[in-house]
């Protein structure tokens, strides 16, 4: 394994280092907004996507051909462990699940992955990355929070308020701390092989926290997602945790022991940045669709942001996943902006 | 019109006087989780429910028969009044809008429903209701937000995030102001109407703030609903505030002009109460999924939300609507607990 330069950009930054630019990258930036992720897309699946190497690391690259981003994200799903954990996936668009799990026997019949057995082309994507990306350039590898994956094992399918999981999370506490508690067991071990195939930083994304009251989300959800942030951590990665939904848990995310913590654009920075301890370095969150004004107005978004973030321990991106409709000039305008911060 | 008495419990405690119990009522308690009103519902489309003011009367006191409420809410739903805006409804079982409303041109093309006229059968329903109710329960009529009926107005069916509605907010923001501003003019005669015709309170509900940041809130969608709450406690209501995502906005809720302060369950009861002015009185806010727990958890967290709401001010609710698969039985737990409280 290649390593990237602990003293780039986006490495430096998570660390608390000094470094010489503000470090960015953009949530979903290989995706739909790119016409050369789309002709890729158009010849295969989803799934066929995250299963093969070469079109996963393909479209992983794209948007870092275009952009002068300082990380590159791993393609793939935060599902695609479902499937050797004995659950049937599909999408729909959307995805579905061929099981659900509601009882402990369920949530007992759940295996934990081999990662390099079973996730294989996941791993051989990160060290066909890692071979080619250059020593500036970090890469991110992902698992879903266990609150997020519990909502798609408890439903399985999408959800607006994930109503069937909270009410699984009073009427059966039992069964669904287990479910949490069974979530880390399969994802500790991925984490450990994503930073062993070479991923920089693992990101635990919850994109479902915001669901939660913060009693519930401190009780239940945190403990679990910490697990995971540390197993990162030991592991020799920076850990970010990825939490929509933040206004209510920021206190609690400020608790994490996490390198960053990412939020969601519902808080304004100046309030994350307030309630984060100083040394905790904060990765966000412009509005998506703030990508959808006029020029002058994005550039003095983007701009507040950072004012707000203040200097040496931001990581720009935006809150939530850039939307396929963007126009991808937009990004360079972003990018800009960010380095006259 | 026969009026309830002022010094009833929700009364009194809405106007911040001494009352003789904490009273409650429950988001949706007109709903599919009551045997009676899923008997009416079978008969009739929904639809013809909201149009029908024999139906639309006799489902809003169902709840009441059974259960020692301080409140009854009008059966309706936010958006009746796009049809005498000139935007064709049907439900399926969401709601489907026949056109979608996107430029200028389609906001002026929005026409101020009369009423009296426009809307006669939930007016109706109004004076038959004030008409039926004992003078110790209160009756509280409804609106949606603007920025609530602009989501639906602007994709024409529901979404989880609403991310086209904030991308024309971004986008034509003069556009999405004068919508918003043409959804006041359109329903501010209606919650004057409301009032006439017998309601003692008018909720207006924004169902949807907790996708908007808080600097969007407070610069768009805040002064417009707050326009609204003075036109209802000038019109002599009871002006209450529900915003579903508040955990952002508390602090602009805070400054609305309402009488009441209504919050979903994310943010802890002693945290909104804490950020409120003293004098505000706060409704709510037990998560719905609580009344899967067992009955001791359940009653342990309807003291929790009182105790933090502390005494005098508080309205006991849910943070949300209660739920269809809910059994009828807990809601007369809640209650009893409520009034140990």
Redesign the interface.
Known sequence: MTAADPNAPFLATCRGRASSRRPLWIMRQAGRYLPEYRAVRQQVSFLEMCHAAEHAAEVTLQPLRRFDLDAAILFTDLLIPVEPMGVGLTYDPGPRLATTVESMDAVRALKIPDPEHDLAPMLDTVRLLRAELPADKALIGFVGAPFTMACYLVEGQ?S??W?AT??L???E?KVFDALLDRVVDCLAPLVDALRRAGCDAIQVFDSWA???????YARRAAPRTDALLRTARDAGAVAINYCN?A??HVDRLAASPAHVTAVD????MR?VRRRLPSEMVVQGNL???????DEA?LRAEVRRVCDEAGEGRHIFNLG?GI?P?TDPATVAAIIEEVHRC
């Open positions: 999408g607006k308020n109503d909270r009410r999370m009073f009427a506490p915001s669901v939660l009251s913060a009693d519930d939904g206004a209510q654009w519902r808080l304004p309030e509005d998506p669709t703030t990508l959808f004004a107005t939530h939307l409709q």
